[in-house]
Each structure stands twice: as C-alpha cells, then as structure tokens.
C-alpha cells in the first residue's frame, strides 16, 4: 500500500523548536516526513536536518515528499539508539534542536504485510519496524511461559498476562504461530468474555510485544541523553509519546537533567557535581486540540512534552 503517516501535534512541535534558520536539527523519527517538511521549510540554506528512521519504507516515502529541500536535509537510515555515532558523523559541533517520536507509525499499523495490528487475521506475525532482526512471531514461539508473561505484563500492563502466557504456550504445541489472527484469537480466548467491551482484548498484548521485538522503552533514555549532551545553550528537545510507560520513560530521564545534584539529601555539600543542564518548558505535555481529534482519532493518546537546554 501507498505510503500514508498523519503526525499528531504537528505545529505545535514545530513551533516548540523556534528553528532558527541557519541551526542544525534533529528528526530522530523520520516517518513519512510530516514534522520533518516544517522544520525544513523553516530552515535557510544554511540550515541543517538530519533526518533519522530505520524503515526504508518510511525513508523512500520521506525522501520523495521532500524533494525540494533536499539541499537542507541530511538522510541517515538507522535506530534513533545509535544516536551517538550518527550525531558524531552529521554533528559533531552540537544541535539545535530535536524532535522525537517513538514507537509505531500510522502507516505500520495500517499496513497487514507489516504484522502490526491484530484486526488483519492472516497478516505476517511480524511488527518489526526495521524489517530485520527478530519478529513478533519469534517472540511468541520460542520465549518461555514466564518470560511472555513478563513482557506482557510488563510492557503491556495487562492483568490476564499470566493466563494469555498459558494460552500462547498450549496452543503452539500444536502450531506454531504465523499470523496476527492466531494470537488475536488466543489472547481472546484466555481473556473473561466481555471483559474488555469497549477494546479490543488483544491491544495490550499486540502492544507489549510490539516493544518487545522493537527493544522499544530500553532504547528511549540512552537516546535522550545524548540529545541533550549534543543540545547548544538555549537548544531545545520535544519528544511526543503515546502511551504511560513511554512516557514514564521521557519523565524521568528530563528529570534528572532538571534536578542537577543527585547526592543524598542529608549531605551536607554537593560531591557528585551534578548540575542542572535542562528547564522544562511545558509542566504540564500539550494534547492534541478538539480540531486534531475530530480528524486524527489516534492522537487522543499522544502527549508532547518540551525541554530546553541552560
């Protein structure tokens, strides 16, 4: 299918930025360039945007949409995680600013070849976004009882992850799993009827394997601290989340920056020499706007919250 990705808070984060024309920026989630052909339209010549994903689909999809600002961009097909050596090789004198969004794009969740959704019953069990590496189907297959239950009710908060894990096991004595259909219908089958009425009972799980396979939560606070590490005086960071444990994640590491020491508090002086290196901007994350929800219906769950370097 066409490439096709609606960015959620799309000038609110762009605005976020206050892009000077002539700074270096950073798309660490590239997608199909939404966020992307602002910033770029925003920049000068001099101007820079490294634009980072790691699905050569997204890329493709991204490098044709922004043709016209092909002398501006910068195109790294990577994980968002190695983000040291590609900021190393395209920044090396620091950033200006950088926006990212982890996890799923619109475009993977609606394409069935990508295994991602659990409403496409004979998709390929496979949500990686890279398209390489191990698979949802891999996950399901070979990872024990109690290590499913762990990722499922670790990553997807789910309280029948003990009864889904069962299930998962049984039932690929007799079959190994292959699309998204069977284990749709397994964790179904292993959750109360009625239970889950106004969801579908398999997105908790879907979710948690998603990340799982994607190494999705691990990855997001190494990532942060080397943007920040990389951010000029006054540069500013804006990370868009969907879902609690992201979230969570973004939290706490802007914390830490925003506290500076870390020595207990009964000490009577600072030994560690921790100092504080960001001010949020946005106490509170900025939401979606009634106009966006009217047509995005996805964007309900996003949160976009803003850091900048002092």
């Given amino acids: 299918m066409a490439f096709s990705h609606t960015r959620v808070l799309l000038y609110e984060t762009c605005n976020a930025l206050s892009i000077k024309p002539n700074g270096v920026y950073v798309d660490c989630t590239l997608g199909g360039g939404g966020h992307a052909e602002v910033i770029a339209s925003r920049l000068g010549t001099r101007g820079r945007l490294i634009a980072i994903d790691c699905d050569p689909q997204a890329m493709t999809a991204a490098r044709a949409r922004l043709i016209s600002y092909q002398d501006r961009i910068t195109y790294v097909l990577d994980n968002f995680c190695n983000m040291a050596s590609i900021l190393k090789s395209y920044a090396p004198d620091g950033i200006d600013g950088a926006i990212i969004d982890p996890g799923v794009s619109s475009h993977q969740l609606d394409s069935p070849e990508r295994g991602f959704s659990y409403h496409s019953a004979d998709a390929p069990l496979d949500m990686r976004m890279s398209q390489v590496g191990k698979s949802a189907a891999d996950v399901v297959n070979t990872y024990s009882q109690s290590e499913l239950k762990r990722i499922i009710s670790q990553y997807g908060e789910e309280r029948f992850a003990n009864r889904i894990a069962k299930e998962i096991v049984q039932r690929r004595e007799t079959m190994l799993f292959s699309t998204t259909g069977q284990l749709a219908d397994a964790i179904k089958s292993a959750i109360p009827g009625g239970y889950y009425e106004d969801k579908h009972p398999a997105r908790r799980t879907f979710q948690a394997i998603r990340i799982e396979v994607n190494n999705e939560l691990d990855i997001i606070p190494p990532t942060l601290m080397t943007l920040v590490e990389a951010l000029k005086i006054d540069g500013i960071l804006a990370v868009i989340t969907f879902h609690s444990l992201e979230d969570r994640a973004v939290k706490e ?49 996003a949160k976009l919250r803003t850091v900048q370097k002092i």
Wanted: proline share 8%; aromatic share 8%.
């Fill in 253 to 301: 590491t802007f914390q830490r920056y925003v506290e500076g020491c870390t020595c207990p508090r009964d000490f009577p002086v600072c030994i560690c020499g921790f100092k504080p290196k960001l001010k949020i901007l946005n106490r509170k994350p900025m939401v979606a706007s009634k106009e966006e929800l009217e047509t995005n219906s996805r964007s309900r769950s």
